[in-house]
């Protein structure tokens, strides 16, 4: 797989998507995806830094803090330095089209991969202090949290991957602690980055069934998304709540005869939001995959974290039925396809809770379908909306939105539209919705040639003050102010880089897991080829002094 993305074979492969080349990969080795032995890291740390916990200066998880806002308010940089940002040091993953977003806590840096590697690395310099292989491909962001009650204060780093299991890992050492399965289904995993406070983790589970259902004879489909609370210490289960509180049964036969079961879907894909004042989880999930009705698929729900009971739900988005490969005229409506198709517009995004003036709060939030929401975390009554996008199976809004005190800044995808030009950055006043300015996209320009070159913001946005980042499917980095829309800073991570751990690095499109920023210095995966994007397998470190070249 190495070889087929960003080794020799690389251009040869060019016109191959990912699914393919793990068909020729496995094909070639008679290795399934999965059986894989990961040569070790060379350029390990001459001294270990201890493992800290978070200041309230690092980039902990995904949103950085509780609210899910994705912005840091002290970053060790100013908006004036942001323009002078040179590459410090790039790593290269031993795997392709990269997960994961990075995590920085103290001196460390916290990445996971494809591969289903996860690193610990010195966030300075990159050298490893210690790697784990988890069974599968981990996608989450690393959350480092103190295990209570464990006498010796304990720092812990926690992840999902994609047998839908948490680990939990000695931060100094890299060693398992305990872990768990949340979902026996095969196709369940964990994407969005588990979320601890007052000893709990809280953790979402999705899945890619949609993916398996158009399979001859495949009995779609049974799979729920859930979000499950579990005791920091040791992983015992507190509660789980499903998304589609009843479980599916048999509704109706394909014309070959194939049982066909429902309601399944809502898949929860994204970190969930803690709400202490209020006792209160928010979540957004997936679309359905069947005809059974649903009332609570494309929607956020307010969960009780003592509980996990639904306190609320607001559907924003009904009858969205979808399953891959439904949507072309021949097989509309017939084997395991809905009877009445959807646009496949999930809430993929964490919600981000933010207060107004006066002490009024609001939950914010948008969908694949391009609109944008501002709710009352109270009662999850829509307070307005706002569209961005036009909307697509692949955003709209694709994988999170930033907000800072006063607005919310969301990057459109719509990578799969047809009847609009993918891209752009908006900023919305969180009060009203309404727009405050919006940055077209640049003319992409791809390293890699004229495939699969996309101006599609996907990745997710951050944001620090005066400064909003956002990553483009053809490998630009951008940082624009956050006052009016302007391109500070472009870099092009789709390039070939010396790597301080030797593995050959490539970088390619910026989707998923965006820019991290922490201790004056940004992190940032290139390489997220899953989809429509280029494939590859860096971690580049920015800094204003630099250092490092391709």
């Known amino acids: 797989m190495q070889s087929l993305t960003s080794g020799l074979m690389r251009n040869q492969a060019a016109g191959l998507n990912m699914n393919d080349r793990v068909a020729i990969a496995a094909f070639l080795t008679g290795k399934a995806p999965g059986n894989r032995t990961l040569a070790a890291e060379t350029k390990l740390c001459a001294r270990h830094v201890p493992a800290k916990l978070d200041d309230g200066k690092g980039w902990n998880g995904w949103g950085r803090d509780l609210d899910n806002s994705r912005y840091q308010p002290s970053p060790g940089l100013t908006a004036a330095d942001v323009p002078h940002l040179k590459v410090r ?60 009650e464990t006498g010796d204060g304990r720092i812990a780093t926690v992840f999902g991957d994609d047998t839908a299991t948490v680990y939990a890992l000695d931060a100094n050492s890299g060693k398992l602690i305990w872990k768990k399965r949340l979902d026996s289904h095969p196709d369940a995993r964990i994407t969005g980055a588990p979320v601890f406070h007052d000893g709990r983790l809280y953790v979402p589970v999705s899945s890619l069934e949609e993916l398996s259902a158009p399979a001859p004879g495949y009995e779609c489909c049974k799979f729920r998304g859930s979000v499950v609370a579990l005791e920091a210490r040791d992983g015992t289960l507190l509660w789980q709540t499903y998304t589609i509180d009843a479980q599916p049964a048999p509704y109706r036969k394909t014309a070959t005869g194939t049982q066909l079961y429902g309601p399944a879907g809502g898949a929860v894909w994204s970190a969930p939001t803690v709400d202490p004042k209020r006792n209160l989880l928010y979540v957004g999930t997936g679309n359905s995959y069947t005809d059974v009705p649903t009332t609570t698929t494309d929607s956020i729900l307010a969960l009780e974290m003592s509980t996990g009971a639904v306190r609320w739900v607001n559907q924003l988005h009904a009858q969205d039925n979808y399953i891959v490969g439904c949507d072309s005229p021949a097989a509309a409506g017939k084997g395991d396809c809905p009877q009445t198709l959807g646009p496949d517009v999930d809430f993929g995004i964490a919600p981000i809770l933010r207060s107004l003036p006066g002490g009024r709060q609001i939950l914010l939030t948008g969908e694949k379908s391009g609109q944008v929401y501002g709710l009352d975390p109270d009662t999850g009554k829509q307070l307005w909306t706002t569209r961005v996008g036009v909307g697509s199976s692949l955003g709209g809004l694709e994988w999170g939105a930033a907000a800072d005190g006063a607005h919310m800044y969301a990057a459109v995808s719509d990578a799969a539209a047809t009847n609009a030009k993918p891209g752009g950055l908006v900023a919305l006043r969180i009060s009203d919705g309404k727009q405050v300015w919006r940055a077209e996209p640049p003319t992409p320009v791809c390293s890699w040639g004229t495939r699969n070159c996309l101006a599609a913001q996907s990745q997710a946005v951050s944001a620090i003050p005066g400064v909003v980042f956002s990553g483009s499917q053809d490998g630009h980095l951008r940082a624009y102010s956050s006052v009016d829309g302007r391109v500070l800073w472009d870099f092009d991570t789709a390039q070939l880089f010396q790597t301080v751990n030797g593995v050959p690095g490539s970088g390619g499109s910026l989707d998923n897991g965006g820019a991290t920023i922490a201790g004056g210095m940004l992190y940032v995966n290139s390489g997220y080829g899953r989809i429509t994007g280029q494939p590859g397998n860096l971690l580049l470190a920015f800094s204003v002094d630099g250092g490092g070249a391709p």
């Open 89 to 148: 040091w790039a790593f290269g993953y031993r795997a392709s089209y990269i997960y994961g977003q990075p995590t920085i806590v103290g001196d460390r840096l916290y990445a996971s991969s494809s591969a289903g590697r996860v690193y610990s690395l010195d966030a300075k310099t990159g050298c490893t202090h210690w790697t784990f292989d988890a069974a599968d491909a981990v996608r989450t962001a690393v959350s480092v949290v103190q295990l209570p």
